[in-house]
Structure formats: structure tokens, C-alpha cells
């Protein structure tokens, strides 16, 4: 059973910007939406584009190589190409430490 890993503080992350992690061997993406912080692989289940560089646009993360859209409350494909969705990961928030489960 994994342990949650810090991985930032919350002042690191604006509302509407994402940045990658890597913990442990998995690449992460964490997003702060405004209404809250989101943890999801960081690997395109399309063609592997790191959708770190993509965007976020209300509750979708865009991918940047071919502009599929996934939800960032559950990974679900929410627009094509992409038709599998991506991990989503177990994120909670103490103090302004962001910290991530990765099982
Ligand atoms: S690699 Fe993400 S949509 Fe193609």
C-alpha cells in the first residue's frame, strides 16, 4: 500500500496552471482549477503526449499534441481522439502541502 508523497506547496500552482511530477518511476500531472487540486498520469492515452504541456479549459485538461480532453475529476476521455481514459490519482491537501498517492 503506498503512502502519500509531497510533491509541492499549493502557491506553487495557480489557478488554471498545471506542472508534472514525477514520483517514484510515474509521471504525474497536478492541476489547480480554482475549486480545487487534481492528480492524473501525466502520459496521453492517445499517443503519449505529456499533457503537462497541454492546458486546462473549466474541467478538462487538453492534450497538446492532438487536442483530446479528459476529465480532470475522474481521467474519463471527455473529446476524441483519445477513447481510454488516464489514471486519475488519490490527491489531498494538509496545510499548503500538496501530496499524492500513487498505489
Ligand atoms: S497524443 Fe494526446 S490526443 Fe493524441
Known sequence: MADFV???VTSDIPTGQLRSFRVGHTDIVVCNTGDGFHAL?????HDS?????GDLDGNDIVCP???ATFDIHSGAVTGPPAVIGIDKYELKIEGEDILVKID
Open 6 to 8: 509531497k510533491v509541492a
Open 41 to 45: 498520469a501525466d502520459e496521453c492515452s
Open 49 to 53: 503526449a505529456p499533457i503537462s504541456d
Open 65 to 67: 499534441r492532438h487536442g
